[in-house]
């Protein structure tokens, strides 16, 4: 069974404080990125990477980094926690370009305090 | 600005009923579509795609329709069930993109 893990799914944190979101997916998977989902809003992606070591912006990357060591990892660093990030972040896999299905991870709920 | 567009934000249907959940995109470059499914405090689940070559794709009781030429594509779900109330995301990607442009998602409440 395919899968997409993410490491924490509730997590609460203080404004300032640096939080890891980490995710894991076990498909041997080219493209990962990671995504906010706020209401009304949608889907909005943040950061995407189709590579080890390389990343690409997505829509709305400020106040976020992101890190790919490995093929298999993909890590979201808000390097100083604002309660507008408070939010669903949703990390996701795919391989190749193009037609091809997107695998989601379970969602990490993220309040900043 | 946003490539994809699902104009209602919530759709209430009775069991047994035909839903209709509507999306409307702007990039013409896009050639393959998908939908997806979420449950709250859950990630988006894959529900069913559509090629651009085609203009219909169904699978059980989920069906999607896509008219290139006007831009839209929607899905229909029947019977409705109750199991089917969620939100729903309409995505697409074009054939040599990494990048997939979601929707704003409806809710669709599926009434015993």
């Known amino acids: 069974d395919v899968k997409v893990t993410q490491s924490s799914r509730y997590l609460v944190k203080r404004t300032g404080e640096k939080v890891f979101l980490e995710c894991v997916q076990d498909m041997d998977h080219e493209n990962m990125f990671w995504y906010r989902q706020d209401p009304g809003l949608g889907l909005r992606l943040i950061y995407f990477?189709?590579?080890?070591?390389?990343?690409e912006k997505g829509d709305i990357p400020e106040g976020y980094s992101v890190s790919r060591e490995k093929k298999e990892r993909f890590s979201l660093i808000l390097e100083s926690a604002s309660t507008n990030q408070t939010s669903m972040y949703l990390c996701?896999?795919?391989?190749?370009?193009?037609?091809?299905?997107?695998?989601f991870g379970e969602g990490s709920r993220l309040t900043v305090l | 600005d946003q490539q994809v567009k699902q104009n209602s934000p919530s759709l209430s249907v009775q069991e047994g009923r035909i839903s209709i959940l509507n999306c409307d995109y702007t990039n013409s470059m896009f050639d393959y579509f998908l939908w997806y499914k979420k449950y709250p405090a859950e990630g988006p689940t894959f529900l069913i795609s559509?090629?651009?070559?085609?203009d219909k794709n169904e699978d059980g009781r989920f069906t999607v329709f896509l008219n290139k030429s006007a831009k839209h594509l929607s899905l229909h779900i029947v019977p409705s069930q109750p199991g089917d109330s969620a939100v729903y995301f309409c995505a697409a990607i074009w054939n040599s993109g990494n990048q997939f442009y979601f929707g704003t998602g409806t809710s669709l409440t599926v009434i015993p």
């Open positions: 996701a896999s795919s391989t190749r370009r193009g037609a091809g299905e997107l695998f």
């Open positions: 990477s189709y590579d080890v070591k390389m990343k």
């Open positions: 559509i090629s651009s070559i085609k």
